[in-house]
């Protein structure tokens, strides 16, 4: 037990260092077009557990039925109940931050046009997952880091129909809709 709170501390403290060389890279340029095609969604499930009223993005954007992808986080969950969409934890952390779960390495497999981590803690598992995931356009909420993220939309965590709207506006701004 006590080796096991020790490799745990070890692999925390490897994955702040691999976050922190990660934001202070330049970020690469996706070479995709103009437009909102696909959507990834990092969603803290503990403060924000309505994750599914993501896929209103398909109606709202004029989407592809599978065009958005959603992944959950919740500090423990059981690998045996279910959830509505994909979820991974503090126990799929590995080392020098690499995530050791199938379901976020399928994700992450992915380009998306936009990715919205739709979460306000500042919690090392999803920032990981955030800078990992290949994204022409990240989108966040207030208090996150801004080196994550390129449009950060000031509405509180709970208020999903306010976020909607107001990424909807910003959408059309930036010509992406």
Avoid: H
Avoid at 52 to 81: C, H, M, Q, T, W
């Amino acid at each position: 037990m006590f080796i096991r709170g020790l490799q745990d501390k070890f692999k925390v403290k490897s994955g702040f260092r691999y976050l922190k060389e990660e934001m202070e890279k330049p970020s690469l340029p996706i070479d995709r077009e103009k437009g909102i095609t696909s959507v990834g969604c990092i969603v803290d499930v503990d403060n924000f557990q309505k994750a599914e009223l993501f896929y209103e993005l398909i109606e709202e954007f004029s989407l592809r039925p599978n065009a958005i992808k959603i992944v959950g986080y919740k500090r423990e969950y059981d690998k045996n109940s279910p959830y509505s969409i994909q979820m991974f934890s503090d126990k799929d952390l590995g080392w020098k931050g690499q995530i050791e779960n199938g379901y976020v390495l399928e994700f992450l497999g992915r380009e998306y046009d936009m990715l919205i981590n739709y979460y306000e803690e500042d919690n090392l598992m999803m920032k990981l997952l955030s800078v990992k995931t290949q994204a022409r356009l990240k989108v966040g909420l207030g208090p996150q880091d801004q080196k994550i993220n390129d449009l950060i939309l000031n509405t509180p965590l709970k208020d999903f129909k306010l976020f909607k709207t107001e990424l909807k506006k910003y959408l059309k701004v930036l010509n992406e809709i």
